[in-house]
């Protein structure tokens, strides 16, 4: 009976010793999918990838600056929308055009000195007195014109007064709404070129004053001169005053 214990024994430790043995064949594939975590290694991939979205960030930082940079210099480029020029110019065009309607002796050197070599130079000693005349004629005809002449050009700089103005509310309007440095210094440029018109009025009116005044002054001077001829004239002995009898009353 022990004899035949033993030999079964023996029969069912040979049948479980073989799956056993085949086991490490079954086993192997599934030892190899194991995942092992490693904490270093996912803090170093963490880091790598703050320091990449911080390099893009930065990269899209620097873009933003960068077009605003470009638009700030786009504004600085931009051209002022409003010229005054034209009614300037047209302002300054008045004016010289009233300048050169100036009559008789104008604004010319040339003719000025032959003016002052005839009309107003010294009295001929032998010019007759119809002569001396139409002398003095002809210079009170052109102080009468230089008054003229003044006055127009007072009236026509007094006529730009309003154009001046609304030209300069709407350059100092555009110089405050400016959105660049290149429009502000336009609006300025242009300020200061209104400035040079009113300027060029302030001077047509001076030089137009100035031959009025200088016209009577020489006059005046040309007078005195042809009175001291004439007066010469009178008081010289045999072409001058002659005595004669005179009848006031006449008898019955």
């Known amino acids: 009976m022990t004899v035949r214990r033993s030999r079964v024994a023996l029969f069912a430790a040979t049948i479980l010793s073989v799956p056993l ?19 270093t290694n996912y803090v170093q991939n963490v880091l790598t990838a ?12 620097s873009l933003q600056n ?11 480029l931009a051209s002022l929308p409003y010229s005054s020029l034209q009614q300037l110019q047209q302002s300054v065009q008045k004016t010289q055009a009233l300048l050169q309607q100036a009559q008789n002796i104008a604004y010319d050197v040339q003719q000025i000195d032959r003016a002052f070599q005839t009309t107003y130079g010294a009295a001929s000693t032998t010019a007759s007195s ?3 005349i139409a002398d ?3 210079r009170w005809q052109n102080s009468v014109s230089g008054l003229q002449d003044a006055m ?19 350059l100092v309007g555009s110089s405050q709404s400016a959105t660049g440095a290149l429009q502000a210094t336009q609006a300025g440029n242009q300020l200061l070129a209104l400035q040079a018109q009113q300027l060029a009025d302030l001077t047509a009116v001076v030089a137009a004053n100035g031959r009025a005044q200088a016209l009577q002054s020489a ?18 002995p045999g072409t001058g005053y002659q005595a004669g009898n005179a009848q006031m009353f006449y008898g019955n």
Do not use: C, H
């Not at 703050?50 to 930082?61: D, G, H, K, M």
């Open 21 to 39: 043995a085949l086991s490490p064949i079954a086993t192997t594939p599934a030892a190899a999918q194991w995942i092992v975590y490693d904490p």
């Open 50 to 61: 703050a320091r990449s979205l911080q390099q893009v960030t930065n990269q899209i930082t």
């Open 66 to 76: 960068e077009a605003t940079m470009l638009i700030n210099q786009a504004r600085n």
């Open 130 to 132: 119809a002569s001396l």
């Open 136 to 138: 003095a004629k002809s």
């Open 152 to 170: 127009k050009v007072q009236a026509g700089v007094v006529g730009n007064i309003d154009t001046n103005r609304a030209q300069m509310s709407a």
């Open 219 to 236: 006059e005046q001077a040309a007078a005195a001169e042809q009175g001291r001829e004439q007066r010469r004239r009178f008081l010289t």
